[in-house]
């Protein structure tokens, strides 16, 4: 028998027999300020999250839902919802749907059974994802959809946290939150362990310790269990309870009036305090951990009938009956009632249209339509006082590509108030190669963060003020560094337009340092010639310069981007390139440029591709460093061996620019593409696979092998170089009987 319909007769046989479990706490209603109609309230948004998940278990039984995780057991955190505003920003553990029912409850018009039956259905009228996930979230209760099983939320909710308290002295033109919110995170006692976890219990107790406010409320709904392995008893407690900088408060989630209370109490410290609390909330878990998951295949039966003895709804119907005022007759009426309604929504959702097509699913990741800044910059007084005199003078000389990005961003934060970058030693530092110099001292510690070492809370806390309606600008200091957080990437900030439908967005632009050619420094964590991690997450677009000017108009655009159309935009910046003056020969300062001043020149969008000659013997297809070894090996075949080649550099990486290159190289004998990247898993394989599909046959690849890349003398042993890219485009023409 399904244990979903052994806890459902238990319930109706115990509150008809008045069996109850005994009192998990000696609080009353009364004095943790529960009236009888709250109480009632609460009982009711328990209720409709049982019945959901009973439904929703049928329902896939039948083929009609196709993904189902029950908040049965975690009801308790309907009364987290009743001790908060509905305001306050809550990033919930999918456990959490009686939290989300009671919550509408706060708020006039909302018909949660509905929305969540939808969603159960994957509905393409499910008003928070459209039908492409099974998830909890609502944008007009201010609960962001989450998908993460692993709590890989919780970073960004530290972010929200923490802008809260900037939106106060710098307030955002979107700004999504009350200034003096409280922002709840939740999640289970298994993602306690992760490092997700420990790194943002971490950051915001670090963060507490210096002072600076974080109202933020940890909750940790522990059943004592994550999929089949147990948590070891005490463990949650012996892990929270003495963290430097965070408050620890526990409370026993079966029990509806002791949870609000102790809810309520954190809630208000927070709310004064501004500091981070975490909050303990043991639950119980019933049916399993999700689907057809059986319990019984990995606990006793006597474990899982403990557990639904001490089923949370039997907890409130007592405390109804007792502190209430309800006969058992009366709350049994109100359970089946809602079972009734629960029942007849959930057969209704399933009538609902689907999504059928790729365009459909796809429509929140979709490419932007082609626009560009208008913008002329901040008057000049204003430019002049941030830039000072040396940098004014600078401005109008030529200049490598670390000086003309940090004037590009000097204009950037006076343009966009609203502006913020964030990484380890971006601030008074000035960055590990000095492109954010300054930058602390023009715009001061609140738009210049310097964060702990910790790439996924740079991250998270670059997603989290997204949210809020800033514009972050966070840096990793090391291409090879990012691997740490790439899922902040993946599975939260590309996947929350995805999931919220386009209702929410973590627009920034990810600053990285990276790719090789670095002489003799760092070996492979330091030149990392790896893209492929960030190429393959869908709605992520990448730009990577070749130089200083094209630098300073691509990240114009990107800004752009991040800040009209909500866009997710990673630059690649080539470290090798950043202070590089020549081009051919030492002091030609081939590789120098003046700075574009704002206004004065078109920004580089996706789809601008730039072309250097006009030769037809060859096309070289390319990007960073790879644009700068081409010159280099396209004067030396034109003046040792007569060849006339042009190079196309592609400057954004994602989307892919095909059609620009494919029009930039019409009438071309040959196409090379030179990627500085590994074979395997390059941009090559991409390129090659569109040459070949769009009919070229004459092409051929040089890329980096597929190593690590070495410290010393060896550091380009592996990579493309000037005559190796010559050799290839020989041997590449001579196929074709040019010279």
Request: proline share 6%; with cysteine; net charge neutral.
């Amino acid at each position: 028998m399904d244990r979903a319909d052994v806890v459902h007769d238990n319930f109706l046989r115990r509150v008809g027999a008045g069996d109850f479990p005994a009192p998990a706490s000696a609080r009353r209603a009364a004095d943790a300020g529960l009236s009888p109609a709250a109480l009632a309230g609460l009982f009711l948004a328990q209720a409709q999250s049982r019945h959901l998940d009973r439904h929703a278990r049928k329902l896939q039984a039948r083929g009609q839902a196709f993904y189902t995780i029950g908040s049965s057991g975690h009801e308790g955190n309907a009364a987290v919802a009743a001790a908060l505003r509905p305001t306050d920003p809550a990033f919930l553990h999918y456990r959490s749907g009686a939290f989300q029912i009671a919550r509408a409850g706060q708020v006039p018009g909302q018909t949660p059974v509905w929305d969540m039956a939808l969603s159960f259905a994957s509905s393409a009228e499910d008003p928070i994802s459209g039908g492409r996930h099974k998830v909890l979230g609502s944008k007009a209760l201010n609960i962001p959809p989450q998908t993460s099983t692993i709590a890989s939320h919780l970073p960004k909710a530290v972010g929200v946290a923490h802008s809260l308290a900037l939106a106060r002295r710098n307030p955002p033109e979107h700004r999504e939150w009350p200034d003096d919110s409280v922002v709840l995170a939740s999640f289970g006692d298994a993602s306690l362990n992760h490092s997700t976890t420990q790194g943002a219990l971490n950051t915001a107790g670090w963060t507490a310790w210096q002072s600076v406010p974080l109202p933020l409320i940890f909750l940790c709904e522990d059943n004592g269990i994550g999929i089949s392995t147990k948590s070891p008893r005490g463990w949650v407690a012996a892990n929270a309870m003495h963290r430097p900088g965070l408050r620890y408060f526990a409370c026993n989630g079966v029990d509806a009036v002791d949870t609000y209370a102790c809810a309520r109490e954190v809630a208000g410290w927070v709310r004064r305090q501004r500091r981070p609390a975490f909050l303990h909330m043991g639950c119980v878990r019933l049916y399993g951990h999700a689907g057809a998951d059986v319990q019984t295949a990995y606990l006793s039966r006597e474990e899982v009938e403990a557990n639904e003895a001490n089923d949370p709804l039997l907890h409130s119907a007592r405390r109804l009956i007792e502190e209430g005022g309800l006969s058992a007759a009366e709350v049994l009426e109100i359970y089946t009632d809602t079972d009734a309604r629960v029942a007849a929504v959930a057969e209704q959702a399933i009538t609902r249209p689907r999504l059928a097509s790729a365009s459909e699913v796809m429509a929140p990741i979709l490419p932007p339509a082609r626009r560009v800044a208008t913008g002329n910059g901040p008057a000049p007084g204003v430019r002049e006082a941030a830039f000072g005199a040396a940098d004014m003078r600078a401005a109008g000389e030529p200049q490598h590509m670390a000086k003309l990005i940090n004037f590009a961003m000097t204009d950037l934060m006076l343009e966009t108030p609203e502006l913020v970058m964030m990484g380890e030693d971006v601030g008074r530092k000035g960055g590990v190669y000095g492109v954010t110099q300054k930058l602390h001292a023009r715009f001061g510690p609140a738009r210049m963060i310097d964060t702990l070492l910790d790439e996924q809370s740079i991250l998270g806390l670059a997603i989290g003020m997204a949210q809020n309606g800033f514009v972050p600008m966070p840096e990793i200091q090391f291409l090879a560094y990012l691997h740490n957080a790439e899922d902040q990437l993946r599975g939260e900030a590309a996947t929350l337009p995805f999931f919220s439908n386009g209702q929410y967005a973590n627009p920034m632009v990810l600053r990285i340092a990276g790719l090789g050619y670095q002489r003799g420094f760092g070996g492979h964590f330091h030149n990392d010639n790896s893209l492929a991690v960030l190429r393959d997450i869908p709605g992520l677009m990448i730009a990577c310069p070749s130089n200083g000017r094209d630098a300073v108009l691509m990240l114009r655009e990107a800004v752009r981007l991040a800040r009209e159309d909500q866009r997710l935009v990673a630059m690649v910046e080539p470290i090798a390139l950043y202070m590089t003056r020549d081009l051919h020969e030492p002091g030609d300062g081939g590789w120098m440029h003046l700075y574009p001043q704002p206004g004065d020149a078109a920004p580089i969008g996706p789809g601008d591709v730039g072309v250097t000659g006009s030769g037809t013997d060859l096309a070289i297809v390319t990007y960073g460093n790879g644009v700068y070894l081409s010159r280099q090996a396209r004067r030396a075949l034109r003046d040792d061996h007569g060849l006339n080649a042009r190079i196309i550099d592609m400057r954004w990486l994602a989307p892919l620019p095909a059609e620009a290159i494919l029009a930039a190289a019409a009438g071309c004998g040959a196409v090379l593409v030179v990627d500085e990247c590994r074979r395997t898993g390059s941009q090559s394989e991409a390129l090659m696979t569109m040459l070949a599909e769009s009919g070229i046959a004459r092409c051929a690849r040089v890329t980096a092998e597929d190593s690590f890349i070495a410290t010393g003398p060896a550091y380009a042993a592996t990579l493309p170089s000037a005559a190796g890219i010559a050799r290839a485009a020989l041997a590449l023409c001579s196929k074709g009987g040019a010279r």
